[in-house]
């Protein structure tokens, strides 16, 4: 079901994955919503939802859940002038100068216990000590108290609750042992517990918001004005008070504020932050220019043709957020586990206190309990489980970006490494696309007259074999007939009525196919046979000599007949087009081949075209004269075959065959419809690209397991440790805040990911 609305919010507040579930389930509850998806490594909720349900309700049960939540811009943009409010109390150098203030604190109640192996005993007096933890305890700490408070009033558990509980423990023991005159106090667990987690708290949303550094590039690419040509007059506005088709000046070194094409001037403009090339691209009048990119060095006027939310950029933007903030299937898994992982480690910490207590040796074995419990309550780490898949996801996605490879959503990302088979579409995909007329062979009549015909049939259409027509029909000084009554066969062709000098005649240009059962050509099922035909239809020996005169770089043909007027349709001749490779082709099929990926060759061509061109890339099956229905059912029925196949194309043609692949890849080039159908969109029409995102992908698959093993391994190993007495709290807390960091860590070496040479 689609729903009507999609909001997002920022979320103050969490601190591990019971935190995100626990927000998860109070938006759920709000009549109305349908779906929310909460982010711990974003700090960010999407819902989707309809009415009763209204932005401002959706906010407030947040709030009432205990949390933090601020709705952010309504078209969807991420704000790049300001922090969300609800960081601000949490984030930058208040959050450093509050570590510091526990570290100060700490510091001499921790020094004496590692002066005391080396015969020094410099042990503050009691009073003194408990002075200094005072404000750690409850003042500094004071937020695990309220988060934990929190967790209880929402019958559920945190990272937090487990923190104020076991410090709580500790201190209150010692507050105990204070007043029975006891010189051995552990005031200086409490307060190195929590100055320990809120340092590791501190570097881990360091750390996080370096995940966030692809967004923070891209928002960075929007300036604040631009230069506009009204009435004659320059003006500098807000890009608020921009309109579509308003001329707008960019000179030398400044960035382009807006998408357009180009009106006047030409000039080199740097794309790399945008799609990923390195070089700069000539612009010259009638070509498009995206916001956000270089204008090197010339002055551009540029006539407005996207604005705010609609521009490129800003759904790049858009598309990045998006797939950082969606689950993928893993962290089902991961959210199973966290509903349940703090009301066990509670149980567990009780039963550690109550087995050392009653079983336990020495002179006091409440005191070793009550310690070992406060080991187990403080080691364990909710957080790390939290962080390991979406920070993987944010780094996967935030380099992939700024080498021009947009994934819509972690599912993508994650399906992307098992992708077995890549089919590709041929024109514009493997090709330059840009099709040429390079030569035109007759059975009779003149060659002019035929090039007129074509060129009138193809007036109406937008393909780009129809351009190459009308631009050689141009070039050559053809004259321009009237064609009425179009109509378009998709996968055949085009016919038209077409005026000429004898009256009117319906034309045919198309496949050879399309010839055959129109009764042009004998239907042979391959050129050179010798089958008898009609007199109608032109012989497969016509056939195979017009196919012998064209030279072997004409990749595709297109077949031309008319209608006479005793109803027999006469084969003409053909248009022979060249349609060069694209420079990366061959490399990217062997990239793909080198990953252990089959290629398949999915196209509208005939076979020998199509055979040709996969000869020249090495690819290894060929699925030609597939119509746009067709393909899809090819794509269909390799996926039935077991395999998890991709596609690849750019036209509207592509759109059935991309929605039925199990990942789907549009070349930005293309259109529209392909953009939105694919999962995944390569912003430079490069087909090496696909190559880099099933490595990419791989690579953050690959840091979502290692994230995952390590979070686990952490509380395996961490807690039975604890448990029996081999961790003290210091220990155990300087153990709970690395592994945060750690997990966060990791996922950020996915920044440091380049696309191999040679691919």
């Known amino acids: 079901m689609t729903h009507q609305n999609t909001l997002n919010l920022a979320v103050g507040g969490m601190s591990c994955a019971s935190c995100s579930s626990a927000v998860e389930k109070a938006l759920l509850k709000v009549q109305g919503v349908h779906n929310a998806t909460v982010n711990l490594a974003t700090e960010k909720a999407q819902v989707e939802f309809d009415a009763p349900a209204t932005p401002e309700a959706i906010a407030q049960s947040v709030i009432n859940a205990g949390y933090e939540a601020e709705i952010l811009n309504a078209t969807g943009e991420h704000p790049a002038d300001k922090p969300p409010v609800v960081h601000a109390k949490q984030q930058g150098l208040g959050e450093g100068t509050l570590v510091l203030l526990a570290a100060l604190l700490t510091l001499p109640l921790v020094l004496p216990m590692v002066a005391m192996p080396f015969g020094k005993h410099w042990m503050l007096p009691g009073w003194l000590q408990l002075l200094l933890a005072i404000p750690v305890q409850f003042w500094l700490g004071g937020r695990f108290y309220r988060a934990g408070l929190n967790a209880i009033r929402n019958r559920t558990g945190n990272m937090d609750l487990l923190v104020a509980i076991g410090t709580s423990a500790a201190f209150g023991l010692s507050v105990y042992l204070l007043g029975q005159g006891s010189e051995h106090l552990y005031f200086e667990a409490s307060s190195a517990v929590i100055t320990l987690v809120m340092l590791g708290k501190w570097l881990e949303a360091r750390a996080k918001r370096q995940t966030t550094a692809a967004i923070s ?32 000046l960019v000179r030398p070194g400044e960035r382009i504020p807006v998408d357009g094409l180009v009106k006047k001037g030409s000039s080199h403009v740097d794309e790399a932050l945008i799609t990923g090339e390195s070089e700069p691209v000539m612009k010259t009048v009638g070509a498009k220019v995206t916001g956000g990119a270089v204008n090197l060095d010339g002055l551009l006027h540029i006539q407005t043709t996207a604005l705010g939310a609609e521009t490129t950029l800003a759904r790049i933007i858009r598309l990045v957020e998006d797939a950082q903030a969606a689950k993928p299937e893993i962290q089902k898994l991961v959210d199973k586990v966290s509903a349940v992982f703090v009301p066990v480690v509670l149980v567990v910490a009780l039963f550690t206190l109550l087995a050392w207590g009653f079983l336990g040796g020495g002179a006091n074995p409440w005191e070793q309990a009550i310690l070992n419990a406060v080991a187990v309550l403080v080691i364990a780490c909710p957080c790390a489980l939290g962080l390991a898949t979406p920070t993987a996801i944010m780094a996967g996605t935030g380099v992939a970006a700024r080498h021009g490879i947009l994934i819509k959503d972690a599912q993508a990302l994650e399906l992307a490494h098992r992708i077995q088979t890549v089919v590709f579409d041929k024109t514009g995909t493997l090709t330059v696309g840009k099709p040429t007329l390079i030569q035109v062979e007759t059975i009779a009549g003149e060659r002019t007259a035929l090039l007129a015909k074509a060129a009138a049939v193809e007036a109406g259409s937008m393909h780009p074999l129809a351009s190459a027509v009308k631009t050689r029909a141009e070039q050559e000084g053809v004259g321009v007939l009237q064609a009425n009554d179009l109509q378009d066969q998709p996968g055949k062709g085009l016919s038209a009525s077409v005026d000429t000098e004898t009256g009117a005649v319906r034309v045919y240009v198309g ?40 030279p072997p770089k004409a990749s595709t043909r297109s077949w031309v007949a008319e209608q006479k007027t005793d109803g027999n349709i006469r084969l003409l001749g053909v248009l022979a087009f060249g349609d060069e490779l694209k420079a990366s082709a061959q490399g990217a099929v062997s990239s793909l081949h080198g990953l252990n990926v089959n290629t398949v060759l999915l196209t509208g061509d005939t076979q020998a075209s199509a055979q040709r061109v996969a000869g020249e890339l090495g690819i290894q099956q060929v699925l030609a004269e597939q119509l746009p229905g067709d393909k899809s059912q090819a794509v269909a029925k390799l996926k039935n075959s077991g395999q998890v196949v991709a596609m690849v194309g750019d036209g509207i043609n592509d759109a059935p065959a991309l929605a039925a692949a199990d990942v789907s890849f549009a070349m930005s080039t293309g259109t529209d419809v392909a953009m939105h159908t694919a999962d995944i969109t390569l912003m430079r029409a490069d087909p090496g690209l696909v190559a880099h995102t099933i490595d990419i992908s791989r690579r953050t698959y690959n840091k979502i397991k290692q994230n995952l093993f390590w979070a686990f391994v952490y509380n395996a190993v961490g807690i039975p440790l604890a448990a029996l007495g081999y961790l003290n709290p210091v220990l155990a807390g300087t153990a709970m805040a690395l592994s945060s960091v750690s997990v966060v860590t990791n996922a950020l070496m996915l920044r440091n990911w380049k696309p191999r040479q040679g691919d």
């Open 217 to 248: 590039a891209l928002q960075a690419l929007r300036p604040d004005t631009a230069r506009v040509l009204r009435n004659g007059m320059e003006h500098t506005l807000p890009m608020a008070d921009l309109r579509l088709n308003d001329e707008v």
């Open 511 to 550: 496949t050879l196919r399309w010839m055959e059962e129109l009764g042009a050509v004998g239907s042979t099922g391959a050129i050179g046979s010798t089958a008898a035909i009609d007199s109608a239809g032109a012989s497969d020996a016509s056939v195979q000599q017009l196919n012998a005169a064209l």
